[in-house]
């Protein structure tokens, strides 16, 4: 047994055909055949069975397989980690990404690894930064941008660009003929939001309640998509960064207003899971994000 008919057995589990396997791995299906004959007659029963389609697990297998699955993944985490403690940044970083700066930084950072780091792999997670908060946390994910408000970043905290904070409505629409809008302009003005608790949420409710005024929030959306989508029908507004929109305002479907009485500049933070240690892989991403994300986050890319 080895690994190479290991990976046989697991991309013919996976494919359900032996030709398709044999295809896939660019060699003829009878040494396929052959990788799957040896490994059965050492183990001493069969793995598959033929069907009219191809082949499915035997009940043998269907217990055997996940294992070699398993092994598989920790082959290539140790090869991963190999060539990390060997100085070559390689291996699999998660990341997570605010909706509104993955349309523009993710295709740059990608770019940027290929060039740099050829072996380092992304998994990138979108979500509000309340949900990445809880990936960091829980080290489901090793770094991400999370929008922060306020005077300061929290404690291991980097803010990388602050960005300010626009109305979002349709160019038809009465506001889109101003620069500004004081933000008790914003009384009873529907708009869709994200869902409570969301640390913007309550930075909006706070100017509420000190100005006075009533925020009308008529739809709670979790996607940034549909946020906008509902800016485009003009049933209601919404409240963005600029970059969120930008391919919209370009194309003419939508325009931004920045608010101000008070002014909610954004602050992207950079959050680093204290879960686990950073591998080299990320590392390197973390240090090209602080170069990447002051660029998307003014425009220059």
């Known amino acids: 047994m080895n690994l190479k008919q290991l990976e046989t057995v697991a991309l013919v589990a996976e494919l359900g055909s032996l030709s398709r396997a044999a295809r896939a791995l660019g060699i003829a299906q009878s040494l396929v055949s052959r990788a799957i004959a040896q490994i059965e007659s050492e183990w001493g029963d069969r793995l598959f069975e033929r069907t009219g389609r191809g082949v499915v697990l ?89 929008n922060r408000y306020g005077p300061g970043p929290r404690q291991d905290e980097d803010v990388l660009a602050q960005v300010p904070t626009y109305l ?9 003929r101003l620069t500004q809008l004081p933000f008790r302009k914003l ?5 869709v ?12 409710d706070q100017h509420a309640r000190r100005l006075g005024i009533t925020l009308d929030v008529a739809l709670e959306v979790e996607s940034l998509s549909t946020m906008k989508e509902v ?45 686990h240690p950073l591998s080299r892989a990320a590392r390197l991403v973390l240090s090209r994000l602080h170069d990447l994300v002051p ?3 003014s425009g220059a890319l």
């Open 295 to 297: 660029r998307v986050a």
């Open 58 to 146: 035997s009940e043998f297998g269907q217990r055997i397989v996940p294992h070699v699955r398993l092994l598989l993944d920790q082959s290539a985490r140790l090869q991963d980690e190999v060539k990390d403690a060997a100085g070559i940044p390689v291996g699999l970083v998660k990341i997570g990404v605010l909706p509104s700066m993955a349309p523009r930084l993710v295709p740059a950072l990608f770019e940027d690894l290929r060039a740099q780091a050829p072996g380092v792999r992304l998994h990138v997670a979108e979500g509000f930064s309340g949900q990445l908060d809880e990936a960091l946390e829980s080290g489901r994910i090793d770094l991400a941008l999370i």
């Open 193 to 204: 939001l994200p869902p409570s608790p969301n640390g913007f949420r309550s930075i909006l």
């Open 231 to 275: 800016a485009l029908s003009g049933c209601a507004l919404t409240i963005l960064p600029r970059l969120a929109v930008a391919q919209d305002m370009e194309a003419g479907r939508l325009a931004a207003v920045e608010i101000v009485e008070p002014r909610m500049p954004r602050g992207i933070a950079m959050g680093v899971t204290r879960h």
């Open 168 to 176: 979002i409505c349709t160019p038809s629409h009465a506001f889109a």
């Open 187 to 191: 009384d009873r003005i529907p708009l």
